[in-house]
Structures are given as C-alpha cells and as structure tokens.
Nanobody, 125 residues
Framework: QPQLVESGGGLVQPGGSLRLSCAAS????????IGWFRQAPGKEREKVGC????????NYEPSVQDRFTVSRDNANNTVYLQMNSLKPEDTAVYFC??????????????????WGKGTLVTVSS
C-alpha cells in the first residue's frame, strides 16, 4: 500500500524555522516528482513548491520563494521542506504528494497520485 507520511510540524514563532519531512513507504520515490501543498483554516488548498524526481529542478509559489526550500534524499525515500523566516500567514496543514514522472506537471493541476495526511504548522508568538 503506497503511503506518504509527513512529520516535523509544530508551533514556531514568527521568523523561526521548521523542516518538514515526507517519508514514502510501499513505493520508491525516485520516479516521482513530489509537491508540497498547504491548507490554511477556512481556505482552499494551495501549492507551495515542487521538486523533480531527480532533484535537479524545483519551483515555488511567490509567497514562499526565497524562504522555503524543497530537497530530497531518494536513497532514504524522503523529501524535505525547509521553511525559514516563517510568518503567521504560513500557518496551515502541510501536505506532500507524489506524481509519477520526472517533472512537476500534474502538480500544477493539483492532480497528484498519492497524498499524505498532513502535518500542522502554526506560526504564532
């Protein structure tokens, strides 16, 4: 059974950092592009960033550009989201999702193959 499990969420002060992890089981990540998404209370789910299967290409939404970094360790079947300079508006449940293929294509249509259940990030003083 393919599964993605996010971890690393929690409460952080504005300006702080967190690193989220996305661990895969039941399948190997190295042929999947991985996207990160988030959903704030009362809002639609939105894209955050995506990384190609080989890790050589990333793209980010303008709201997180230069603050967030997606990376991956295919040997350990894990993808990461490093979040720096966090703001209260970054508060959300963060999800990772996998798209079979080398590049982030269906990520742009929110049409991924597998989804994790999410981890809550709260940015507050």
């Amino acid at each position: 059974q393919p599964q993605l499990v996010e971890s690393g969420g929690g409460l952080v002060q504005p300006g702080g950092s967190l690193r989220l992890s996305c661990a895969a089981s039941g399948f190997t990540l190295d042929v999947y592009a991985i996207g990160w998404f988030r959903q704030a209370p009362g809002k639609e789910r939105e894209k955050v960033g995506c990384i190609s299967a080989g890790g050589g290409r990333t793209n980010y939404e303008p709201s997180v550009q230069d603050r967030f970094t997606v990376s991956r360790d295919n040997a350990n079947n894990t993808v990461y989201l490093q979040m720096n300079s966090l703001k209260p508006e970054d508060t959300a449940v963060y999800f990772c999702a996998a798209e079979l293929g080398l590049l982030c294509v269906r990520y742009n249509r929110n049409a991924m193959d597998y989804w994790g259940k999410g981890t809550l990030v709260t940015v507050s003083s």
